[in-house]
């Protein structure tokens, strides 16, 4: 696979940004929904978008060489900063260039604030406004994270796009709890712009917070905006929430934000949550899912996930899917990697090629679908192949409230029954030979 | 049979002298469409690439490639993929090449068990091989050996014999090696009459440590002229490598010389150096492999200069000096490890288990691997390899036996030894099955 250009012969930017370490150009716009393509230029590199960025916690992505990523056309990949911070650590980051050099990648990298591993790794995490206190894994040492103290790690680290530290509450909590954190990560914004020392290289993304309440959403979203920051995420969802409250904080925070600037969507990557999202204008998009379940032996596929250790597979000739351009795809038969899948590093190897290189193509195919304006009839053809004619009702209510109505037939006749399902699955590849 | 084997010198052909040679295969490259008949050739002595599920371990094909000079040679174990004991050929279809997507222009060679496997716990019968699977013991009968290879279409197998598992000879009785004789003479029988495929056959040449039933087995293979040439697996593990040598030359000496040898369990370079000096043709890779396993990189050369001073063979990636070491590697290395990372980073990698780790590992010791077995030929060529191995020998402290005793495990004086490597691959960042069915290995 080579670098495509989907965005043709457009030269001339609808709508722009400049920031000192990045520049947003939006190419194209939905004339439909809210999606748009862009393209993002970072300091590494110039990065397309709707972007899925593949996570690579520790500094590397799962087996898979930086030459390899780059053949996958990866623009973007994620780092840890709790992870890297502690192994191998800033100084020696610092003393290595940064992470780009110390794991020889020359795109784009994210860094996280490292605050949600802080929440969701250890337990006795304590938050007081100074930040997040808590016991070291390694010696139970009692250390405190800061805001300063994150941007101070992601400064050595390097990356093109770092995340401020915020006060990381549970989609699912409710009460003064919520409203308390949403103000205490604006305040920590404001120390955190203050610690950047590198903002000419490095861009600060402030986080979106508030929780399930549009109120609190609503002013959290514009407290950022007064920030006139590179960039902005929309974070505390994908959290175990319903998924009819995630997609309406979704999209209260698209309108919200800047459209000439990057909204990235924290945690986001099943297939169905990408095409939705981007409908709503989100633009970037990181999870571990791709990577984790190839590690598991599953394959992702447009119908769902394929579960390649199943019986079923011991003699199919097939690859995992025909119009997958992949190197896996073009070797192997799922009959092979049912017999290596879960078993050897290669097994693992050969399923996360294809697992990135799907979502490669899905977005690919998300960003051509809205250059060329045909956004609606490709998440209609997308919602058909995925889960026929029943469509979970949030996805149904979100594109209804960007004007694509699916329980209306279009002109292929496609017409979606929406079931109550808010439970998060992905669908069984699996269909019964006809 | 396709395959032919070309010894440099008539000379060379004596029984237990070095010797340069090549393999020929000739036989059809390609798809359907533009099929060419080149000749396919393997300089020897040289080595078949270790796999596991027909790929070399932590390398998939892409990545594989940025090793270059790899012998267009690749070693299969039918282990890997016998699910059940009336497996369905029709996965098969297009053969094995197809199936693990090997490049047509390789030479695929078929055994039936994985060589670094070296404990188990199934044992044969007079009928079949038994081989532990996911699903319980395999039954490997020769019948089903031929009828896999018949749709597996290989161009060598390694038809299955019955070893003698017990690692000393003390605990080996002569009569269960006269039965491993008689069984694997057998065998090798059933398993001829029932191939329909053209494919040439390295018979086992087994008698474990009795040179008297290594007699009655190598004039039998002698005797046969569908016999395309002689493996040596059934030389007992756990012996010293002078003395599984003087085991593999008496069987040598009955032997049809002008076929090729291929040895197992003695990929390891001091071992390797032995083992050509005694005229063995063949090898395969499992030590790159127990090198990679283990964190470390290997350093050793054959030949280049004559510095006669004590070196360490190989690079400990885990140790903490490496954590702030930028270099590659191994200075002026131009294996795509050494080009694109450094030391520091790979340190990391195994630090956090990261699976990049061993990738860039195996390919540095790949690229390594290949190197030491060049430098065999060309000093071969020059005609001198026993001085080369001499100096060899004293520069990595390889001139006494391998003891293992803990203070010589430092990096320099660490004897090369492929098993002891294999042993302790716990600590290799690696996916859980594995880890178990090693585990389950050394359990026993």
């Known amino acids: 696979m080579t670098a495509t250009n989907e965005f043709g012969h457009l030269d001339t930017p609808l709508e722009a940004s400049n920031s000192p370490a990045l520049k947003f150009e939006v190419f194209a716009k939905c004339s439909t929904t809210k999606a748009r393509a862009s393209k993002m230029h970072l300091p590494h590199y110039t990065a397309h978008t709707p972007i899925f960025m593949p996570v690579g916690t520790m500094g590397s992505i799962k087996g898979i060489t930086t030459k390899q990523l780059e053949a996958l056309d990866c623009h973007v990949i994620l780092g840890n900063t709790y992870h890297l911070g502690s192994r191998p650590g800033p100084e020696l980051l610092e003393k290595a260039g940064g992470l780009h050099k110390f794991m020889a990648w020359n795109r784009g990298l994210l860094t996280d604030s490292g605050g949600f591993q802080m929440v969701s790794l250890l337990k006795l995490a304590n938050i007081t406004e100074e930040g997040v206190e808590f016991e070291n894994p390694h010696d139970g040492q009692k250390m405190m994270l800061t805001p300063e103290m994150s941007i101070g790690l992601q400064n050595a680290i390097g990356a093109d796009i770092m995340m401020q530290l915020d006060d990381v509450v549970s989609s699912l909590t409710t009460g003064p709890r919520v409203e308390e954190a949403m103000w205490r990560s604006v305040r920590w914004l404001d120390r955190s712009i203050k610690a950047h020392k590198r903002p000419t290289e490095q861009n600060l993304f402030p986080i979106v917070q508030g929780g399930l309440d549009i109120e609190l959403r609503t002013k959290s979203a514009q407290e950022l905006v007064k920030r006139d920051s590179p960039g902005y995420a929309i974070g505390g969802l994908s959290g175990g929430e319903a998924k009819g409250s995630f997609w309406r904080m979704v999209s209260l925070s698209t309108d919200i934000l800047p459209t000439n600037k990057p909204r990235y969507c924290m945690g986001v990557g099943y297939a169905e949550d990408l095409v939705v999202c981007s409908a709503l204008g989100v633009d970037m998009y990181d999870c571990v899912f791709p990577t984790r379940t190839a590690r598991f032996g599953n394959a992702l596929v447009r119908t769902g996930s394929m579960s390649l250790k199943q019986g079923r597979y011991s003699a199919d000739l097939e690859p995992i899917d025909r119009d997958c351009d992949c190197s896996t795809c073009a070797n192997y038969t799922r009959a092979y990697l049912h017999t290596t899948a879960t078993k050897e590093t290669t097994g693992c190897h050969l399923i996360t090629i294809h697992n990135i290189a799907f979502q490669m193509r899905l977005m690919l195919d998300i960003r051509k679908a809205i250059v060329e304006d045909r956004y609606p009839a490709f998440i209609r053809e997308f919602m058909r192949i995925r889960f026929g004619k029943t469509v979970p009702m949030w996805i149904v209510d979100a594109l209804k409230s960007v004007n694509v109505d699916l329980t209306v037939p279009d002109s292929s006749g496609y017409l979606a029954e929406p079931v109550a399902d808010d439970f998060q699955k992905v669908p069984n590849a699996w269909t019964e030979p006809n | 049979m396709a395959l032919r084997f070309e010894l440099a010198s008539a000379k060379a052909s004596a029984t237990s002298a070095p010797r340069r040679g090549k393999l020929v295969l000739d036989r059809l490259v390609g798809g359907d469409v533009g099929a060419e008949r080149p000749a396919i050739m393997l300089e020897t002595p040289s080595f078949f690439k270790y796999t596991r599920h027909g790929l070399q371990p932590h390398l998939v094909l892409e990545v594989a490639a940025e090793v270059d000079a790899l012998p267009p040679a690749t070693r299969v174990q039918l282990e890997d993929f016998l699910d059940s004991d009336t497996p369905d050929c029709n996965q098969f279809e297009g053969g094995l090449h197809k199936f693990i997507a090997l490049d047509t222009t390789e030479i695929l060679m078929l055994d039936t068990m994985d060589p670094t496997i070296t404990v188990r716990t199934a044992k044969p019968t007079n009928t079949y091989m038994a081989i532990g699977s996911e699903g319980g013991t395999r039954r490997l009968t020769p019948n089903l050996f031929a009828q896999l290879v018949n749709s597996l279409k290989p161009d060598i197998v390694i038809p299955p014999a019955d070893i003698v598992e017990e690692p000393l000879p003390s605990l080996t009785q002569g009569k269960r090696i006269s039965k491993s004789v008689t069984r694997s003479a057998k065998w090798l029988d059933e398993c001829m009459a029932a191939l329909t495929h053209p494919v040439a056959v390295f018979a086992p040449v087994v008698g474990s440590h009795s040179l008297e039933l290594r007699t009655i087995a ?227």
Not at chain 2, 271 to 294: H, K, N
Not at chain 2, 325 to 330: N, Q, R, S, T, Y
């Open chain 2, 218 to 444: 190598a004039k039998a293979l002698a005797a046969r002229h569908d016999i395309a040439g002689y493996t040596f697996n059934d030389v007992c593990l756990a012996l010293p490598l002078e003395h599984k040598l003087r085991l593999v030359q008496h069987s040598l000496e009955l032997l049809d010389a002008s076929k090729p040898r291929y040895m197992l369990g003695a990929s390891a370079p001091d071992a390797v150096l032995r083992a050509v000096l005694s005229g063995i043709d063949l090898f395969d890779s499992t030590y790159p492999y127990a090198v990679t396993e283990q964190g470390l990189a290997s350093t050793y050369v054959l030949g280049e200069d004559d510095s006669t001073s004590l070196l360490p063979h190989c690079l400990d990636l885990w140790q903490e000096a490496m954590f702030a070491d930028f270099g590659p590697l191994v200075d002026g290395c131009t294996c795509f490890t050494c080009r694109s990372h450094h030391r520091s980073y790979i340190h990391h990698l195994l630090k956090t288990k990261e699976m990049l780790a061993t990738v860039l590992l195996q390919i540095h010791n790949m690229h390594w691997y290949q190197r030491f077995f060049d430098n065999i030929r060309r000093s071969l060529e020059r005609g001198s390899l026993a001085t080369d191995a001499a100096l060899f020998f004293q520069r990595y402290g390889c001139e006494e036996l391998p003891s293992s005793t803990n203070e010589q495990n430092k990096q320099v004086g660490r004897p090369f030894s492929e098993l002891d490597t294999l042993a302790a691959q716990l600590c290799s960042p690696t996916t859980k099955i594995q880890r178990k069915r090693h585990a389950e290995s050394q359990a026993i």
